[in-house]
């Protein structure tokens, strides 16, 4: 296509898609930012009596919750693809989704835990592959060369809502209790719905192609070829998000430790600026994620990126590749932390804060690299298949977090394992995977597919 043919022009439909995601995603990580709390310290029987879990037991609800998260983009996106088209099948199960924080908002047992959870996984994760590839449809060859920039957008807008959400809504529990937190991020989730539908004439709507065509078309050798390859790829991703999606269970506890000093002082000692000396929660500590993110993405993809290329030219696989060996470090940072608090001796939050700025430099190299290598090694019809599995792994990955947890849990719900011990396993294991990908990054042959 000639210089003269390209088209610098955004399609009409990004600035909805783009605002439904940011209030869809404060909606998930403000649910998601107190769920470890809401399960150790505000969760009731059915008698109104309190009834938390314990800190092992914890980790497999909140990880088997995140599996099912990821695990239902599979589903989503077979029905997107062979009967509703991607339209139908995001605008439906959003209500779904809204159902789900209707249950967390009136029910703080764990009958209404497990109703809320289970309606906003399939919720959640149904709509997951469907919207970014919804998002990727918008575009043709003319203006094809936007969608690296357009995928970055996207993952900001996540991040955009996930900060204020988990800033605000730990607040929102401390003194309104669980019922409004919870409340909250479903209110913001109807609103998401409602962006969503008010977008619909400004789509490019393409239609599901039918079961006996998704067959056809989906069954084919160059689609096995191309779905075999990808495997291998997000089978190692598995581990990176086995590791990853601790920052919202493993640490949340580690910060509500007694020796985690959780004070901090922005205030650089102008009395003026004295409201800048507060007291974090546990669990607000997580607004660390999304503001390294709105940072580091940027940065890297403007500044690092472009400079690293000049003396070593950074496809994809190799960016994740070099952020699964990131996530080493950032775990044995984690475990080095747990020495200190184990032993008894004071450490200050920002050591966490650090180690979440390693994790998030992982994370851009890996996640956001991974969503827009899904899209393009995709063939058309297996779009939202594709995109799909990739977010499978991400349930894979909460899987072996609660299959493991589960198998060193006591009686009590307890870890036999120290803290120490926990992470540096878990890093020991990300460095073993590290090392096979490298190999199957080799072995890989990239082929892009745009949508014409």
């Known amino acids: 296509m000639s210089l003269d043919e390209r088209s610098d022009k955004m399609p009409s439909g990004i600035p909805y898609i783009i605002s439904n995601e940011i209030a869809e995603r404060f909606s998930y990580y403000g649910m998601r930012a107190i769920l470890t709390v809401f399960m150790t310290e505000y969760l009731m029987d059915n008698m109104g009596n309190k009834a938390p879990m314990g800190d092992a037991e914890s980790k497999v609800w909140y990880h088997t919750f995140s599996m099912g998260v990821y695990f239902f983009p599979i589903i989503g996106a077979f029905i997107a693809d062979a009967f509703w088209g991607k339209y139908k099948t995001i605008l439906t199960l959003s209500i779904v989704y809204c159902l789900g924080h209707l249950a967390l908002s009136l029910d703080d047992t764990r009958t209404g835990l497990a109703i809320g959870l289970t309606l906003i996984a399939i919720g959640s994760g149904g709509i997951k592959p469907c919207v970014s590839a919804n998002l990727g449809d918008q575009f043709s060859a003319k203006n094809n060369h936007l969608i690296e920039k357009v995928f970055n957008y996207f993952y900001m807008a996540v991040n955009f809502g996930a900060l204020i959400s988990t800033i605000l809504i730990p607040l929102v529990l401390e003194h309104f209790g669980a019922s409004v937190a919870f409340g909250i991020p479903g209110v913001l989730m109807f609103i998401a719905t409602i962006i969503f539908w008010l977008g619909r004439n400004s789509y490019k709507k393409l239609p599901a192609i039918g079961w006996a065509t998704y067959k056809k078309e989906v069954f084919t050798r160059e689609g096995a070829k191309a ?23 493993a640490w949340v506890l580690q910060a509500k430790s007694p020796f985690m000093n959780k004070h901090v002082d922005l205030s650089m000692g102008i009395d003026a600026l004295s409201f800048l000396k507060f007291e974090l929660l546990p669990d607000q500590v997580q607004a660390a994620n999304p503001l390294f993110v709105l940072i580091l993405v940027p940065l890297f993809v403007l500044y690092v990126y472009p400079a690293i290329s000049k003396f070593f030219p950074l496809t994809p696989l190799r960016k994740m590749s070099i952020g699964m060996f990131i996530t080493v470090i950032c775990f044995l940072i984690v475990a080095w932390i747990e020495w200190h608090l184990t032993n008894g001796i004071t450490i200050s939050i920002w050591w966490q804060v650090f180690a979440f700025f390693v994790l998030i430099v992982a994370e851009v190299m890996v996640y956001g690299t991974g969503l827009e290598f899904s899209y393009t090694q995709a063939p058309n019809a297996m779009k939202s298949v594709v995109m799909g599995l990739f977010l499978l792994s991400i349930s894979l990955g909460n899987f072996v977090t609660a299959f493991i947890n589960a198998m060193i849990a006591d009686e009590n719900g307890k870890s036999i394992f ?13 460095f073993v995977v590290a090392v096979i990908f490298i190999f199957v990054a080799l072995a890989y042959k990239e082929k892009r597919y745009i949508q014409e």
């Open 227 to 249: 779905i075999a390859g990808l495997l291998s790829i997000f089978g190692c991703c598995v581990f990176f998000w086995s590791l990853y999606e601790q920052n919202a269970s």
């Open 418 to 430: 120290t803290g120490v011990e926990y992470y540096l396993f878990f890093a020991a294991m990300m």
